[in-house]
């Protein structure tokens, strides 16, 4: 109960730390980076519910979902979990390409890279972050008092909040506007997707509830997205793209 309560008070003094010296980063500060600016997003805090709390059954379900993280680290699917949480340095780019049919890399593919960039920071930055500041929620491996999958990436993890999982919110948006782009891989991209979130409960780093309400909230970035000129324009070049590379015949079926 010690370690856990000072796991608490070191949470909560790095993140008033990284609040204090955060600087509003979005589209009018980073153009390059996003799409929106932070008020444009529907309110992660207003959307949600509040996270599970513990002796609750929805925390029982968590509990259980982090035993079953847990046995699956040694597996295969350990070990694409443990990839799944590079997102930057064409991470989540390697992680779809697969699914979607065609290497997706600057180089490769750069209008629909460049779409992904903004998309990933969209979701992963915008949708998340009021619920994620207000709730402080611990993550797993800190509850526990124990190593998740990823143990180099442990202290920058726990300055922020566990709920929602920023990670899933990327993921899953990630593959909402991929399947818009090739409709016809949409069930290997949309599993990929979902796979992705339950990526960050067997790395210990997130709960179930919070990957759940990771895609919620990647849902209604999405849908906000659609309304945005820079998006709409910046979609029609991945979509002219991906069509000459379909003629080409450089797309797997």
Request: charged share 25%.
């Given at each position: 109960?010690?370690?856990?309560?000072?796991?608490?008070?070191?949470?909560?003094?790095?993140s008033a730390?990284a609040?204090?010296q955060?600087?509003?980063?979005d589209?009018?500060?980073?153009?390059?980076?996003?799409f929106?600016?932070?008020?444009?997003?529907?309110?992660?805090?207003?959307?949600?519910?509040p996270?599970?709390?513990?002796?609750?059954?929805?925390?029982?379900y968590?509990?259980?979902q982090?035993r079953w993280?847990k046995?699956?680290?040694i597996?295969?699917?350990?070990?694409?979990?443990f990839?799944?949480?590079?997102?930057?340095?064409?991470?989540?780019?390697?992680a779809?390409?697969?699914?979607?049919?065609?290497?997706?890399?600057?180089?490769?593919?750069p209008?629909?890279?460049?779409?992904?960039?903004?998309?990933?920071?969209?979701?992963?930055?915008?949708?998340?972050g009021e619920?994620?500041?207000?709730?402080?929620?611990?993550?797993p491996?800190l509850f526990?008092?124990?190593?998740s999958?990823?143990?180099?990436?442990?202290k920058n993890?726990?300055t922020n909040?566990?709920?929602p999982?920023?990670h899933?919110?990327?993921?899953?948006?990630?593959?909402l506007?991929?399947?818009?782009?090739?409709?016809?891989r949409?069930?290997?991209?949309?599993?990929?997707?979902?796979e992705y979130?339950?990526s960050r409960?067997?790395?210990g780093?997130h709960?179930?509830?919070?990957?759940?309400?990771?895609?919620?909230?990647?849902?209604?970035?999405?849908?906000?997205?659609?309304?945005?000129?820079?998006?709409?324009q910046?979609m029609?070049k991945?979509?002219?793209?991906?069509?000459h590379?379909?003629?080409q015949?450089?797309?797997?079926?």
């Open positions: 109960m010690k370690r856990r309560t000072l796991a608490v008070l070191s949470l909560m003094l790095f730390m609040v204090a955060e600087k509003v980063r589209v009018g500060t980073d153009p390059d980076l996003y929106l600016h932070q008020g444009d997003v529907a309110s992660s805090l207003k959307l949600l519910p996270p599970p709390q513990p002796g609750s059954a929805q925390f029982c968590d509990e259980a982090y993280g046995m699956q680290r597996t295969p699917r350990g070990r694409q979990a990839e799944d949480a590079k997102i930057y340095d064409g991470g989540i780019e390697r779809f390409s697969e699914a979607f049919g065609i290497e997706i890399s600057r180089a490769a593919t209008e629909i890279d460049k779409l992904i960039t903004k998309v990933v920071n969209d979701a992963g930055d915008l949708s998340t619920a994620k500041q207000h709730y402080m929620r611990m993550r491996y526990y008092g124990e190593h999958l990823t143990p180099d990436d442990e993890l726990s909040g566990s709920y999982s920023g899933t919110a990327i993921g899953w948006a990630t593959a506007v991929l399947t818009e782009i090739n409709p016809s949409q069930d290997q991209i949309l599993k990929r997707g979902f979130g339950q409960v067997i790395c780093v709960y179930q509830s919070d990957v759940d309400a990771g895609r919620v909230v990647a849902a209604g970035v999405v849908a906000r997205l659609h309304a945005d000129d820079g998006f709409i910046q029609a991945a979509k002219k793209e991906f069509a590379l379909s003629k015949g450089k797309v797997r079926k």
